[in-house]
């Protein structure tokens, strides 16, 4: 895909997201709207998967340890194929496959059960363990979130990735730089970010969290980095997209009026 | 009477399944001398993780271990593994059902000299509450090895809980364990007694006792906490007079409301032998720890007598 062409699936996205939401109903807007274009890049340009076959021995994995942002990679593997794209329309229905947090279980393409807040590094670090172990060449790719990194067990996961030496690990921290009850500064601050990575042993890179070239650019330098773990500090607008939701603490989980929801549809098409 | 280490028994099968099965992988917290993983990572450093003194991030690490096909076993204290990893437990392993097993170590009482905070009196409880988890009391190491082999075939999260002092050897070389079932130790007419771990011996050792008075006891080791076969336990109950339950843990949760919640409506007298709703201490003997929370044989005998008479 070229850039443009990301541009637009990055749109799409936001489009099926607002879609999932829909009107009457609560959904996760700000971060899963943050996340667009990077999950536009891995999912469409960076990562070796096969919707046609969801556990692929090869694949690369993505896990959204900020699970609650579920409605972003639910617009991605909808758009892939993954499952008929009907099932957008039934999110969060009784009996239906997507789940109010990524399940495993239900989704084909999501690789295990987060929403805990700080599990899924854990996670990521224990696949890209045993795909060492077995040889593989591939990568696991985590999303964690800037209010998330409040959790104990991030910490103790970035300890492990950089004493293991985990370098078939990148991970992105989305850096909205809001959390559920408002700005991270004011609410929890988990400042200074970089140096809290380097200082635990991972390769720092940061990026424009919305730019597509950037976000290539930065990836294709990390994966040059062997020994360590890999993240990028995206920093990016929660609710990016939809003019009235950006910045918005309101949209971390709100609910949208059926203009709202008609203007957002309008913004991204 | 013989009698085995526990912890010795579960390194050594570790380590003999790790012979045979390369998929095996063994998370450990810092207490690998203790739960005796160090056999195992002698010999399979690179399947062996030291995870520092972490155990939730060992136990979200072990899921993405088995997420990659392998079988991960996480190790500590039963009082860390099962309730400081709580929530990773429920959320990252039984949520989606992988395949890692969880082993307390130095469950109960059993770490008598640590005292209350290296103790575990509710992890069965706790435990046995979250859907999708197999939770284990083995009797004795021959117990524990066929345990420890067994729900290494079975595919999906379980929770076994080890005792740290050498126990007697009551379990049946020649008895196959399977996941869910009862096992007649004795058999009895009077009185049926229902035990699992340390108390088994005990529950043994007050049959004998009991047969003295001219009273019939049954034995029945139930390691299988969950999932469990009803109707066996049922049948263990038929024609008998009274029933006691005897295990090292609260009464709240554990073998006591399994076997009487099960047995609702029997009708027969029920007796429970286990911790009152209080947190262990530290003592200077196991002995005399047990004796302190009413976990002995005499306490059997006599609550037996009482359900007779």
Known sequence: MTIDELEKTARTLRLNIIKMIGVGHKGHLGGSCSLAEIVAV???HKMKHDPHNPLWEERDRFLLSKGHAALIQYAALAELGYFPKEEIFKVKCLGAMLQGHPDMQTTPGVEANTGSLGQGLSIACGMAAGLRIDGKKSKVYCIIGDGEIAEGQIWEAAMTASFYKLDNLIVFLDKNRLQAMGPVVERYNTNPVPEKWKAFGWHVAETNGHNIKEIIDTLDQVEMVTGKPKIIIAHTVKGKGVSYAENVVAFHNGELTREQFDRACTELN | MKTQNQRQVYGETLLDLGRKNKNIVILEADLGKSTMTCLFEREFPERFFEM???????????????LTGKIAFTNSFAVFAAGRAFDQIRQSISIPKLNVKITGSSAGLSDFGDGSTHQSVEDVAIMRAIPNMTVLVPADGTEVRKMTKKICEYHGPVYMRINRNDLPDVFP??????????????????IVIYANGIMVSRALQAAEQLEKENISARVVNVSSLKPIDENSIKKFAAGIKGIVTAEEHSLIGGLASVITYILRGSGIPVSAIGIEDKFGQSAHDYDELLEAYGLTADNIVSSARELIN
């Open chain 2, 173 to 190: 070389e020649d008895q196959d364990f399977e996941i869910g079932k009862s096992y007649l130790i004795r058999d009895g007419s009077d």
């Open chain 2, 52 to 66: 520092g003194i972490g155990e939730a991030n060992m136990t979200s690490f072990a899921a993405g271990l088995s």
């Open chain 1, 42 to 44: 891995l999912y469409f």
